[in-house]
């Protein structure tokens, strides 16, 4: 079966204790990226991987640092969560093309307090 | 101008409706659109493609308009499960894809 799998599902954590939230796909695909959901903007990207070792800032990128090691996972990481982050965070692959379907994780949210 | 602009809604439809949403882009370099559905709090996940000659699924209908930079998607016969937020997505490839989202249309079915 197709999937994105995020770790963890939920996460409430303090201000400046650094985390790292899993993303793993089984699809193969060269194409991963994060995103934030916040009430009223929407889907925002924070980084994306076009492949191994190849990773791009998105459109919100502060604050956050990735990884793309292997080719099925994508790490996001938080060095020292502010308030701000507080959010809905989404993995998603794709192929390099983006011309069919993108798959998304069930998604992370993360509460700093 | 927005990259994608969607009208936020809600729409509120009783059961057996018929519904339409719009969404307009800005980038007319855009190659790929897709409808996603994404209930509360829960991930997106693909609706369907948007094909340039129209494309239907089932009690979905969805078109494309390159010239005026617009996309509609139409919900016949609405059902209570159809309650969701739909997003219309644009696919510009330039050596990789990028996907831009819009903001959504809340659709609430009632009874």
């Known amino acids: 079966e197709a999937q994105v799998t995020q770790n963890p599902r939920y996460l409430i954590t303090v201000t400046g204790k650094k985390l790292t939230v899993t993303c793993s796909q089984n699809m193969n695909h060269e194409y991963m990226s994060w995103y934030r959901q916040d009430p009223g903007l929407g889907l925002r990207q924070i980084y994306y991987?076009?492949?191994?070792?190849?990773?791009d800032k998105g459109d919100v990128p502060e604050g956050y640092k990735v990884s793309r090691k292997e080719k099925r996972n994508f790490p996001l990481i938080l060095e020292s969560p502010s308030p701000n982050q507080t959010s809905l965070y989404f993995c998603?692959?794709?192929?390099?093309?983006?011309?069919?379907?993108?798959?998304f994780g069930q998604g992370t949210r993360l509460t700093v307090v | 101008r927005k990259e994608v602009e969607q009208d936020p809604g809600p729409f509120n439809v009783p059961e057996g409706a018929t519904v339409a949403f719009n969404c307009t882009y800005s980038n007319s370099a855009s190659q790929s659109f897709f409808w996603y559905r994404q209930d509360c709090r829960k991930e997106p996940k693909l609706l369907m493609s948007v094909y340039s000659s129209g494309n239907e699924d089932g009690r979905f209908t969805a078109q494309l308009n390159r010239a005026s930079q617009y996309i509609s998607l139409l919900i016949r016969d609405s059902k209570l499960s159809d309650s969701a937020t739909y997003l219309c997505?644009?696919?510009?490839?330039?050596?990789?894809?990028?996907?831009?989202f819009g903001k959504g249309t809340m659709l609430l079915v009632s009874p």
């Open positions: 997505v644009v696919n510009r490839y330039s050596g990789y894809s990028t996907l831009t």
């Open positions: 998603a692959s794709s192929t390099l093309t983006g011309k069919t379907e993108a798959f």
């Open positions: 991987s076009m492949n191994v070792e190849v990773t």
